[in-house]
């Protein structure tokens, strides 16, 4: 099972929004509403951010959205903040090989 | 409250053996969906296995045959035995529940395969 593909890094500008894409195939990203994203700060263990495509956990500001479209996903952050510097993942269920995560994405805030 | 700790990593020479443990608080491990993740070393999440509620275990590629997931109803416990430990074995391994996502994540146990 081949890695999800996401961006190496991506950056803004406090205030400003970034878009994290995540692509996949039929076999996992499209062909299931479970996808869910994990910031991870360095030394620390992976925070869930969003799950089954755009639902947020409570506690997760409403400033983290997802969204799908065919075999592509994508984290958005708007109104970007120093704190939210860290690296992104995304992750799908992929039938009979549970799990796929992408290979992460550095954001950079400006 | 929710938690989950890993133990159980160290040191081990290739082709050694180590169980890692994740003793579960607030829930109960066997009747939830349960995975290891393993992150190494500069490098990005990847998935090593799960066990379903209904006890049914799924593992990476890279690790099946070697590694076996397990759980212990009693202790409310998550097992990993490694066997024929390789150097790109070298990880944090991280033990979590899934339940909306992967909610709950424990703060990892590194396990490094040399010589």
């Known amino acids: 099972q081949s890695a999800l593909t996401q961006p190496r890094s991506v950056s803004g500008s406090p205030g400003q929004s970034v878009t994290i894409s995540c692509t996949g195939t039929?076999?996992?990203?499209?062909?299931?509403?479970?996808v869910s994203w994990y910031q991870q700060h360095p030394g620390k263990a992976p925070k869930l951010m969003i799950y089954d495509v755009s639902q947020r956990p409570s506690g997760v500001p409403d400033r983290f959205s997802g969204s799908k479209s065919g075999n592509t996903a994508s984290l958005t952050i708007s109104g970007l903040q120093a704190e939210d510097e860290a690296d992104y993942y995304c992750?799908?269920?992929?039938?009979?090989?549970?799990?796929?995560f992408g290979g992460g994405t550095k954001l950079t805030v400006l | 409250e929710v938690q989950v700790e890993e133990s159980g990593g160290g040191l081990i020479q290739p082709g050694g053996s180590l169980r890692l443990s994740c003793a579960a608080s607030g829930f109960t491990v066997s009747n939830n969906y349960m995975t290891w993740v393993r992150q190494a070393p500069g490098k990005g999440l990847d998935w090593v296995s799960v066990i379903y509620n209904d006890g049914s275990t799924y593992y990476a590629d890279s690790v099946k045959g070697r590694f076996t997931i397990s759980r212990d109803k009693s202790k409310n416990t998550l097992y990993l035995q490694m066997n024929s430990l390789r150097a790109e074995d070298t990880a944090v391994y991280y033990c979590?529940?899934?339940?909306?996502?992967?909610?709950?994540w424990g703060r990892g146990t590194l396990v490094t395969v040399s010589s």
């Open positions: 992750c799908s269920y992929a039938g009979t090989y549970p799990l796929v």
């Open positions: 039929s076999s996992d990203v499209g062909g299931y509403s479970y």
């Open positions: 979590a529940r899934i339940k909306s996502g992967i909610d709950y």
